[in-house]
Nanobody, 127 residues
Framework: QVQLVESGGGLVQAGGSLRLSCAAS????????MGWFRQAPGKEREFVAA????????YYADSVKGRFTISRDNAKNTVYLQLNSLKPEDTAVYYC????????????????????WGQGTQVTVSS
């Protein structure tokens, strides 16, 4: 089992920045890819970004490319999502997720592909 706890959400004005963190505990062995998803009220949970175990490969949704950056520090068992140039449409609950994969090509970009989830952290962007 892997436990995930997100933090860093909050209220920010449009154009502002936030950094989300996701701390992992439990069976944090190698080969875990990590993803960030978000869900706005009345909408499906959508892919935001993912990163492979080493941190050498990252993937982004088109809607956040160039504004958000995913990174990880395996020594701290923590994954980060830097959110810059925030827009009101970025308002959502942000979730981190983990899945064990052995090839980068297997890293899922959809929520059902992940095995473990955090409880979420709210990000609200005011206009």
């Amino acid at each position: 089992q892997v436990q995930l706890v997100e933090s860093g959400g909050g209220l920010v004005q449009a154009g502002g920045s936030l950094r989300l963190s996701c701390a992992a505990s439990g069976r944090t062995a190698s080969n875990y890819a990590m993803g960030w998803f978000r869900q706005a009220p009345g909408k499906e949970r959508e892919f935001v970004a993912a990163i492979n175990w080493s941190g050498g490969s990252t993937y982004y949704a088109d809607s956040v490319k160039g504004r958000f950056t995913i990174s990880r520090d395996n020594a701290k068992n923590t994954v980060y999502l830097q959110l810059n140039s925030l827009k009101p449409e970025d308002t959502a609950v942000y979730y981190c997720a983990a899945v064990r994969v052995y090839r980068d090509s297997d890293i899922p970009k959809f929520h059902r592909g992940y095995s473990y989830w955090g409880q979420g952290t709210q990000v609200t962007v005011s206009s």
